[in-house]
């Protein structure tokens, strides 16, 4: 059995069928020959490839203009599918030929001279040769291409973006930019401003940022602000330092949900020689119930610690008053 595709249709044909239209069209090929009229054999694959490159196109172009993809086109003149008759239609429109002259098997010198196809026959075919050959370099080069800017494409994903600042402060880069997927040295961004993946500076911003000023994800410094910081004076989720502001808290001096200080814990939970909280555990300790007033807490923390420096007593007193 064999499939006919019209109109985007599958129509099955027996093998009489088959056989029979073979016969019509032997018979036609011969008929022409007794008239004395000269006839080229010729399938559609060959004819198709014929008439685009006779109007300078390559298969991508066609395969634009009728609004399908190249490998299509490749396989129509490959002779490996056939294409649906709206598409030879289209095609005949395009070249300038008729439908008729499409589907047949055969030319007759008539339609020859029509279609322009009436050439020397050596000359025809290194002509063929030539144009095959350029169209297969063009591809190959168009492929090449096409892997040389995906491999650019992945080496800038890799790399990330890098930049320097030309301004320089005792030998080290004002300002330093360093964002990598590729986790090494030279995803380090150092210098007075350092912002990257890992930041070392001044003032740092990054995954992990060390400096005077830290802010990020990990943040070591002297000011660390960051969901785990460590520092002079630390505010972050997990905070550990002299000073130390967040949720769970760890310090000399802290407040937060859960704060243990050593010398002073303010928070929800508080643990340290003075603790103020609702549940405060401690040598010296201020309960919180329905609410604690500010100047409670100014009066309770000047009794056990007078020393203490006023900007910092402000703060703990802030937080105090808002535990609940």
């Known amino acids: 059995m064999k499939t006919l595709k019209i109109g985007g249709r599958n129509h099955w044909l027996t093998n009489f069928q088959s056989l029979f239209s073979c016969a ?34 390559s298969q991508e172009q066609l395969a634009d203009r009728l609004g399908i993809t190249r490998q299509s086109v490749s396989k129509w ?16 429109e395009l070249f300038q030929v008729s ?25 025809e075919d290194r002509q063929w040769e030539q144009e095959s050959r350029r169209e297969q370099e063009r591809y ?35 300002v330093s930019v360093r964002f990598s997927r ?14 990257g993946n890992i930041a070392i500076g001044v003032i740092s911003f990054g995954a992990l940022s ?18 785990l910081a460590v520092g002079l004076l630390a505010w972050g989720a997990v905070a550990i330092g002299v000073v130390a ?19 002073i814990a303010v928070g929800v939970s508080a643990f340290g020689r ?9 040598e010296n300790c201020l309960v919180w119930y329905e609410g604690i007033q500010a100047v409670e807490i100014e009066k309770f923390l000047d009794g056990y610690h007078p020393g203490l420096w006023k900007p910092l007593k402000d703060v703990l007193v802030m937080f105090g008053t808002h535990i609940g």
């Not at 022409?32 to 010729?42: F, P, S």
């Open 99 to 123: 439908l008729d002259y499409m589907l047949k098997d055969y030319l007759e010198e008539e339609d020859r001279l029509e279609s322009g196809l009436v050439r020397k026959v050596s000359g």
């Open 24 to 57: 019509v069209v032997h018979n036609k090929v011969q008929f022409l020959y007794q008239q004395g009229k000269q006839v080229h054999e010729m399938n559609l694959s060959e004819k198709i490839t014929r008439e685009r490159r006779r109007l300078g196109m």
């Open 77 to 92: 003149e490959a002779g490996t599918s056939t294409p649906e008759i709206s598409k030879l239609v289209a095609m005949s």
């Open 245 to 263: 502001f967040g949720s769970a808290v760890v310090g000399i001096y802290s407040a937060g949900v859960a704060a243990y200080g050593r010398e």
């Open 210 to 227: 060390v400096g005077v000023i830290s802010l990020g994800a990990v943040a070591l410094g002297l000011l660390a602000i960051a969901a």
């Open 274 to 282: 003075t603790a103020i909280g609702e549940t405060a555990r401690g």
């Open 182 to 195: 590729n986790l090494g040295k030279d995803s380090v961004a150092k210098g007075i401003i350092a912002i």
């Open 140 to 174: 190959h080069e168009e492929e090449n291409r096409r892997i040389e800017e995906k491999v650019d494409a992945l080496a800038r994903y890799i790399k990330g973006y890098q930049y320097t600042s030309k301004t320089k402060i005792a030998g080290i880069p004002l």
